[in-house]
C-alpha cells in the first residue's frame, strides 16, 4: 500500500511524511474533497485507518462534512456531533496503532471499531437532520484559520483515504473494509483530493493528488510538528507501509532498540521487562532490519542457557546479522526488546495515573523518548546518559531528573519543578496495577511488597512507608471535622469474672472505630489489613475512649486506661481502603 509520507531528515528530526515525533507544533496540514451526492439519503459513511498519535486539544477534530457534521475526540473517547444531537461513546481510540473507524452521520448516528458498531447515546436531541444531499465538502483535520488551535486543533496521526458512502454500511461490509478487503460498492473516494499544509505565520502551499486509480493511498499526518518543514516538498510524499501492519488482524508486538550501559544477559532480560516487554526469541529479519540505524551492534536474544547465551551481530543496512553463542557475562551497550505494538509507560505521582501522565515509548537511534498523547514528552541527555527532561507540548522544560544508573530512564526518581525548584518523587513504570514498582522500574506482584522478602533485589519493595507525606495544615489533635461520624464495633472476647454480689463484670473487650480522614493519605495498602499497621499511629488523629462505668483499683491504673485508649497500646491504627 502507498503511504503518503516517508521517512526524512530536518535538522536531525525524524519525520515520516509531514510528521515528526517533537513538539512544538508547528503546522497543519489537511485534506479535502468534494462529493457528488445525486440522490438524497438518510446517512453517510465515512471509514479509514487511523494511526492516532496526538490529542492537543479538547475536542480535537478527526473530520468533518461541510461545517455540518464532525468527527472528534471528545474528552478521550469518540464523540459525533451537529447542530441536532451531540452523540457520545466511553471507547477511546487506540493510540499509536492501526485502527479501522466507520463514522455513520444522519438519522442514527455511530462510529464502527474493526467493523463493530461501539455503544453510544445521542444527547441534547432536536429530531434528525435533513436528508443528505447536493454536494458536500470532506475535509480530514482542520484548515489553518478555521479553529483557534488553543481551543480546538486537528488531531495528529496517519491516515489512509477515506472511503465514502451514501448510505449506512453493515458491520460485515466495515469488516471487510478493515481487513483491507474489496469494499462495497457506491464508494465516493474517487476523484481529485486538495492536500494543503502551512506553517504557522507562514505560506499556504497545495498538492492536487488523483486518487481515482490508487483508493487505499495512505495520507499523511493531520497535525505534525516539523522544526524544519520548508525542507519537505510535494516531491517527497510518497512511500510504503506493509498492509500487515495496518490491516486487521495487526501484529501484536515491535522492536525497540534502545542504549544500555554495559548490561550482559541477566539484566538485560530484567531491563527488557522493564520497559514492559522481552528479549526476542526469533530474529525476524525483515521486521529488525527495517528499523533499525545505520550501526554495527551487539546485542542479546533470548537463551536458556546458564553459561553460554544467544547474541546478535548486525549492521542494518549491509543486512548483515550474525546470530552466534556467546559467555553470558559479556557485555552490549545495545539492547533489543520485543515490547507490545502500543505499550505505554505512566508517569505516577500521587493518586491515579491521569490522561496526561501515560507515554509512548519511541526511539530516536538508540536513546528512547516518552510522547504523550498531547504533546508531553520525557527525553534523555544523550552525553552523560544520566539527565531526564519532562517537557511540555511546546518543547519547554517543566522538571528535571538525575537517574542512579547512565541509561535508565525507567524507575522511582527524585523530579525537581522548573519554575519552584521543589521536588518530588515520581515513578516512571510499565507496571499494571496490581503490580509495586521497584526502584529500577522492576515489577514484583504488589501482595509481595512489605512481606519480609527481597522481592526487588534492592529492598526498595520493603521501603514501607504507608502513610503519604500530610499537609502541612494538618493536626493530629484535631479531628477531621467539628463532629466527625465514628463507627464502633465492641467485640466481647472473653469473660474473666462476674460478681453478681457486686454487680461487676470483668471481661476483656476489643473496640473497633472506623472514621474517614480526607486529609490523609495512603499508599500501597495490602489487601491483608494486618500490613496496613501505621508504625507511628500518633502521627495521625484517631479518637478517645471514655470509659464512664469503667472500675479501676487506684487512680494509677485509671491514668493507664485512659492513656492507652488514647494511643492505642493495646491495638492498632490501620490504613483502610475506600
Known amino acids: 500500500m502507498a503511504t503518503f509520507g516517508y521517512f526524512a531528515d530536518a535538522s536531525g528530526v525524524p519525520i515520516y511524511g509531514l510528521h515528526t515525533e517533537s513538539p512544538p507544533q508547528q503546522g497543519m496540514t489537511w485534506l479535502q474533497k468534494d462529493l457528488a451526492i445525486q440522490e438524497p439519503s438518510e446517512h453517510i459513511t465515512v471509514c479509514l485507518h487511523m494511526r492516532l498519535h496526538f490529542v492537543y486539544t479538547d475536542p480535537a ?8 457534521f464532525f468527527a472528534v475526540v471528545y474528552e478521550g473517547k469518540f464523540a459525533l456531533f451537529n447542530a441536532r444531537y451531540f452523540w457520545s461513546s466511553d471507547t477511546a481510540p487506540s493510540v499509536r496503532a492501526w485502527s479501522h473507524l466507520c463514522y455513520v452521520f444522519g438519522a442514527e448516528p455511530g462510529v464502527a471499531v474493526g467493523g463493530r458498531y461501539v455503544p453510544g447515546r445521542r444527547q441534547g436531541d432536536l429530531g434528525d437532520p435533513m436528508p443528505i444531499v447536493a454536494p458536500r465538502n470532506l475535509t480530514l483535520g482542520t484548515p489553518l484559520g478555521a ?16 472511503r465514502v458512502y451514501t448510505r449506512k454500511l453493515t458491520e460485515d461490509e466495515m469488516r471487510t473494509l478493515a481487513e483491507c478487503g474489496e469494499g462495497p460498492y457506491g464508494d465516493q473516494v474517487a476523484g481529485s483530493w486538495q492536500v494543503r499544509w502551512t506553517q504557522w505565520e507562514g505560506p499556504e502551499s497545495a498538492h492536487t493528488v488523483d486518487l481515482g486509480t490508487v483508493p487505499d493511498t495512505l ?10 518543514f520548508h525542507n519537505l516538498t510535494p516531491s517527497a510524499l510518497f512511500g510504503n507501509v506493509p498492509s500487515e501492519a495496518m490491516c486487521s488482524p495487526q501484529p501484536r508486538s515491535k522492536y525497540m532498540l534502545v542504549r544500555a550501559d554495559k548490561v550482559s544477559y541477566p539484566p538485560a532480560e530484567r531491563l527488557c521487562s522493564v520497559y514492559g516487554g522481552r528479549l526476542p526469541e526469533t530474529f525476524d529479519e525483515p521486521m529488525v532490519m527495517n528499523t533499525l540505524p545505520d550501526l554495527m551492534l551487539f ?3 533470548k537463551s536458556n542457557g546458564n553459561k553460554t547465551c544467544r547474541s546478535l551481530g548486525i549492521q542494518a543496512r549491509k543486512d548483515v546479522a550474525l546470530d552466534m553463542s556467546i559467555g553470558c557475562g559479556h557485555t552490549s551497550r545495545q539492547l533489543l526488546c520485543e515490547v507490545p505494538w502500543s505499550s505505554y509507560v505512566e508517569l505516577r505521582h500521587s493518586g491515579p495515573a491521569g490522561y496526561d501522565d501515560r507515554f509512548f515509548l519511541l526511539t530516536r537511534g538508540t536513546r528512547p523518548v516518552f510522547l504523550s498523547q498531547n504533546g508531553r514528552q520525557i527525553v534523555g541527555d544523550g552525553a552523560s546518559g544520566t539527565e531526564l527532561k519532562l517537557l511540555d507540548s511546546d518543547g519547554e522544560v517543566l522538571a528535571t531528573a538525575r537517574t542512579a544508573r547512565r541509561f535508565h530512564p525507567m524507575g522511582r526518581h527524585v523530579w525537581r519543578d522548573a519554575a519552584t525548584n521543589a521536588t518530588r518523587t515520581m515513578v516512571l513504570s510499565a507496571c ?19 512481606d519480609g522478602a527481597n522481592d526487588c533485589g534492592d529492598d526498595s519493595d520493603e521501603a514501607c512507608s504507608l502513610l503519604l507525606p500530610l499537609p502541612p495544615t494538618y493536626r493530629a489533635d484535631r479531628p477531621p471535622l467539628p463532629r466527625t461520624p465514628l463507627s464502633l464495633l465492641v467485640r466481647l472476647v472473653r469473660v474473666h469474672d462476674v460478681d453478681v454480689a457486686n454487680n461487676l463484670l470483668t471481661a476483656w473487650l476489643q473496640l473497633e472505630t472506623r472514621w474517614r480522614d480526607e486529609r490523609v493519605l495512603f499508599s500501597q495498602l495490602s489487601n491483608e489489613a494486618m500490613d496496613n499497621i501505621l508504625p507511628q499511629p500518633d502521627k495521625v488523629w484517631s479518637p478517645m475512649y471514655d470509659l464512664d462505668n469503667a472500675v479501676f483499683q487506684d487512680k494509677v491504673a485509671y491514668l493507664h486506661a485512659k492513656f492507652s485508649s488514647r494511643k492505642r497500646q493495646r491495638g492498632t491504627v490501620l490504613g483502610i481502603r475506600r
Open 219 to 228: 495520507v499523511s499526518p493531520l497535525n505534525y510538528e516539523a522544526y524544519e
Open 432 to 450: 499494571g496495577q496490581t503490580e509495586f514498582t521497584c526502584d529500577d522500574g522492576w515489577c514484583v506482584p504488589l501482595s509481595t511488597r512489605c
Open 299 to 301: 546485542t542479546w536474544i
Open 147 to 162: 479553529s483557534d488551535p488553543l481551543s480546538s486543533s486537528p488531531v495528529g496521526g496517519f491516515f489512509t483515504v477515506p
Open 61 to 68: 477534530i478527526v473530520l468533518y462534512i461541510d461545517g455540518t
